[in-house]
């Protein structure tokens, strides 16, 4: 197969390649950003693509692997080393949490609330409320994405259940 015709080939695949992107990055410019790398990829490894074999698949395939990669990638790069004095960055945003929820409610009570919500909702939102992301904790507790979502979904509703009274 000559290079025109595998281009050809691939910018036929180019909507679906879209659509996967939006879906896996939900954010136009990293959709764009990953349509792009992986036609380069796909083109770059234009040798490798068995004739014959599903396009498609294959295009899905370096789609979903590059996806991957660039997630690990930042996740590393997202790393924050706090070298100050007493991990004063680190400890700061939690005794803004702390503040935060005692200016409101009783502590004591609220956290008599969350004892009293089944155990898989409240470790799930807590994790969510420490600051993991949902694909984090989906991966970090071996769940799928939406059971994670359903939890930290049902657990807000039922802490604001049971903190009616407390509600501004």
């Given amino acids: ?41 796909a083109l770059k490894n234009k040798d490798k693509y068995q004739e014959g074999t599903n396009l498609k698949g294959w295009l899905y395939t370096i789609m979903k692997n590059t ?14 080393i706090d070298e100050t004095d007493n991990k004063y960055f ?14 409101r409610v009783d502590r004591d009570y609220l956290m008599r609330q969350i004892d009293s919500v089944d155990k898989h909702y409240v470790d799930t939102f807590m994790m969510h409320y420490n ?21 930290i979904f049902l657990a807000r509703r039922k802490m604001m259940e049971k903190l009616m009274d407390y509600r501004i």
Avoid: C, W
Avoid at 11 to 34: G, P, Y
Avoid at 67 to 80: E, G, L, S
Avoid at 90 to 103: C, G, L, P, Y
Avoid at 142 to 148: E, S, W
């Fill in 1 to 41: 197969m000559s290079t025109i015709e595998f281009n050809r080939l691939i910018v036929s695949h180019q909507e679906f390649l879209n659509q996967l992107a939006m879906k896996l990055t939900k954010s136009v410019d990293d959709a764009e950003d990953l349509l792009q790398d992986t036609l380069f990829k």
């Fill in 131 to 151: 600051g993991y992301k949902y694909e984090e904790i989906a991966e970090i507790l071996d769940i799928p994405l939406g059971t994670v979502k359903s939890r």
């Fill in 90 to 103: 680190i400890n700061s945003r939690e005794a803004e949490k702390d503040a935060r929820t005692d200016s």
């Fill in 67 to 80: 996806f991957i990669n660039n997630y690990r990638k930042k996740k590393v790069q997202n790393t924050f």
